[in-house]
């Protein structure tokens, strides 16, 4: 009993010291946070200039070369020259002040989504990787129905994978409701194939709306691209078809669709159309030979039962023989 007191009492002595621990530790970090925000906030010891904004007469900020190099690979490069200040116009006063705060002591701030892409881009061009992750799981969770067309344009500069395939999820979700809408027709040629591309990794199948969205698209492109002569017109539209129609793979088309999709035959090409059809009379054939040996084995399931039932009158004839054999002896 003695040995169990004296074991529980050296483990709470134990855990109270090591909970001492790492409350010290959190205020060692707090400090080492509160230090470089000093840091950041006061004039002393400044060493290197930052000028953002405008050009012919751009805004100063003082920062310390040794923090920038030590946390940024963008200004570790930078900052071997012996320069006393960098012009980084293409930011300002706000955003540069964002990353300034997130390499002194780790924080940013996210006040409004429509500034996301522009931090995530700026992370980038820092090369501040596990800041770049964070924006972007902070923009994934942000991109829902009433924003997801913000996203997917702004992405196009970035060109993330990750950003492109939410929206594409959004998009792909709720089709039916945004076919009509015209930012769905502000997608690049470029964004509808990887969206075509897309959909067969999931194994979707395209319904007849889709077609149609493809059909007014290419109306509109060449709307805008004011093509005059009808042959123009046409042979754009015939080499847009063949571009998006040479992605789709024929399982991911249904029989009903194709039908459909008839209406647009001068513009597919023959290769797809010929492929497709093979493929119905195939599935076709393989139906119809299913079906006929379903009904095969249903005759012979229904003869069977014949015999049986025949068997079974037989049976039922004879016991009445035997039967009437009795009653006649015992008369």
Request: hydrophobic residues 40%; charged residues 20%; neutral net charge.
């Given at each position: 009993m003695d040995n169990n007191n004296n074991n529980q009492i050296q483990n709470a002595n134990q855990n109270q010291n090591e909970n001492e621990m790492k409350n010290l530790e959190k205020k060692v970090t707090k400090n080492l946070i509160k230090n470089y925000s000093n840091l950041l906030n006061e004039n002393s010891f400044k060493d290197f200039s930052i000028f953002v904004?405008?050009?012919?007469?751009?805004?100063?900020?003082?920062?310390?070369?040794?923090?920038?190099?030590?946390?940024?690979?963008?200004?570790?490069?930078?900052?071997?020259?012996?320069?006393?200040?960098?012009?980084?116009?293409?930011?300002?006063?706000?955003?540069?002040?964002?990353?300034?705060?997130?390499?002194?002591?780790?924080?940013?701030?996210?006040?409004?989504?429509?500034?996301?892409?522009?931090?995530?881009?700026?992370?980038?061009?820092?090369?501040?990787?596990?800041?770049?992750?964070?924006?972007?799981?902070?923009?994934?969770?942000?991109?829902?129905?009433?924003?997801?067309?913000?996203?997917?344009?702004q992405n196009r500069n970035l060109n993330s994978n990750e950003i492109e395939i939410k929206c594409f999820e959004l998009i792909n979700q709720n089709f039916s409701q945004i076919q009509n809408n015209e930012n769905l027709f502000n997608l690049t040629k470029e964004e509808i194939i990887k969206f075509i591309q897309f959909k067969q990794e999931k194994k979707e199948i395209f319904q007849f709306d889709f077609f149609q969205f493809l059909d007014n698209w290419i109306k509109k492109r060449n709307k805008k691209l004011r093509l005059r002569k009808y042959e123009h017109k046409m042979n754009s539209k015939k080499r847009l078809f063949h571009s998006f129609f040479s992605l789709f793979d024929k399982d991911s088309i249904s029989k009903q669709d194709f039908d459909k999709l008839k209406q647009f035959d001068i513009f597919l090409p023959n290769s797809f159309l010929i492929d497709f059809e093979r493929t119905i009379f195939q599935i076709q054939d393989q139906e119809n030979q299913t079906k006929i040996k379903e009904n095969e084995k249903k005759i012979k399931e229904k003869e069977k039962k014949i015999q049986e039932n025949d068997k079974q009158i037989k049976e039922n004839e004879k016991k009445i023989k035997r039967r009437d054999k009795r009653i006649t002896r015992k008369r």
């Open positions: 904004e405008n050009k012919s007469n751009p805004f100063e900020i003082k920062v310390h070369k040794s923090i920038l190099s030590s946390r940024s690979p963008f200004f570790n490069e930078s900052l071997r020259q012996e320069s006393l200040s960098i012009s980084l116009n293409q930011f300002n006063k706000k955003e540069m002040e964002s990353i300034l705060s997130y390499i002194y002591y780790g924080n940013i701030s996210f006040e409004n989504q429509e500034n996301l892409i522009q931090l995530l881009e700026i992370s980038i061009y820092f090369k501040l990787n596990l800041l770049k992750e964070i924006i972007q799981k902070k923009i994934l969770n942000s991109i829902n129905y009433s924003n997801f067309f913000q996203f997917l344009f």
